[in-house]
């Protein structure tokens, strides 16, 4: 095996951005459910607004101020935030409206890589998402975007959201492996230095319209990772 992988046996993989375009799925559900309700609102600005609150919500269980909460309840408040600051009451909005809204995340579309390279990995490796989404959501998402996944691992199994260190060591322990035979898979640097941190494999992919046309941030490796792909297909040759 190349690549710098010989001993691995899994990849994990990161989900938002990574396997899935959260960005214009999540715009193109805002712009069919929302628009009656905030008709100057532009649906991939409320998408950008929405996933802000991601980290800052999950924040509040990684130190303790609340107990774990699955991310499907993180987003729905997280929701009813960002109407809020747009200056719409949520209560003018139906629940079943909002509920509707919120279960666009569970309906997110793949990179156009990301099917035929997970299914060419899956042939070497376990494949399996290392993602905060809690386990319904990612079963949905997988289902609807027929991703490969040898298992379905949410948040709430480690119990733990990333970058805490249970994230990965709890995932990698239920796969019943050691940190060095599991590889990270990410578009994003921060999650690939967490998993580094407590012995796991790195492999780095970039997606460079995550965030829209603009986006500066995950463009290049910065760190000494184990491999850096174009794609899911590239990093399937590599390792080939």
């Not at 319209?209 to 760190?223: F, R």
């Amino acid at each position: 095996m190349g690549a710098r992988l010989e001993s691995v046996e899994a990849l994990v993989f990161d989900m938002f951005g990574t396997v899935v375009d959260w960005r214009e799925s999540v715009a193109a559900e805002v712009a069919t459910h929302l628009s009656e309700y905030l008709p100057t609102v532009d649906p991939r600005e409320f998408a950008d607004l929405w996933r802000a609150e991601y980290q800052p919500s999950m924040e509040q269980v990684r130190t303790g101020s609340r107990p774990f909460t699955r991310l499907n309840v993180l987003h729905r408040e997280n929701l009813e935030t960002v109407l809020g600051r747009l200056g719409t009451d949520p209560k003018s909005i139906p629940a079943r409206t909002l509920d509707e809204v919120n279960l666009s995340w569970h309906r997110l579309d793949p990179w156009p890589d990301a099917v035929s390279g997970l299914t060419r990995l899956k042939e070497q490796f376990i494949i399996a998402p290392l993602s905060n989404a809690n386990v319904r959501l990612a079963l949905d998402v997988a289902k609807r975007a027929h991703l490969p996944w040898d298992a379905i691992l949410g948040a709430e199994v480690a119990g733990a959201y990333k970058p805490e260190a249970a994230a990965y060591l709890r995932t990698v322990e239920i796969l019943g492996l050691e940190p060095p035979q599991v590889a990270m898979v990410a578009a994003h640097n921060s999650d690939l230095a967490a998993a580094q941190q407590v012995g796991l494999r790195t492999v780095f992919v970039p997606r460079l319209t995550e965030h829209g046309p603009a986006q500066t941030i995950d463009l290049s490796p910065d760190g000494d990772w184990d491999v850096v792909a174009e794609d899911f297909e590239d990093l399937a040759d590599q390792v080939a």
